[in-house]
């Protein structure tokens, strides 16, 4: 687990649906954002981009983190 996380200590269950949860509420609210707000330039990090941009970044970390979970984690269920 990631150095300055508790997330060994909570059930695999938790952090599945702490994860869809978080999925959802990303999804929500981008889904909310007008054309204008979504081709607003940000800063993000060091870069500047269009917010959808980041979205877009948000979604493929979360996918990530969905990935470990099914490689790392799921296989011991079975």
Avoid: W
Avoid at 3 to 32: C, G, P, W, Y
Avoid at 34 to 56: A, R
């Amino acid at each position: 687990m990631g150095k300055n996380s508790n997330a060994d200590e909570l059930s695999i269950e938790h952090l599945v649906n702490e994860l869809r949860v978080v999925r959802q509420s990303t999804i929500m609210m981008f889904e909310s954002f007008s054309k204008k707000i979504l081709e607003t330039n940000c800063v993000f990090f060091e870069y500047e981009m269009p917010l959808y941009i980041i979205g877009l970044a948000i979604t493929a970390h979360q996918i990530h983190h969905f990935n470990i979970i099914k490689e790392r984690y799921l296989p011991l269920d079975k």
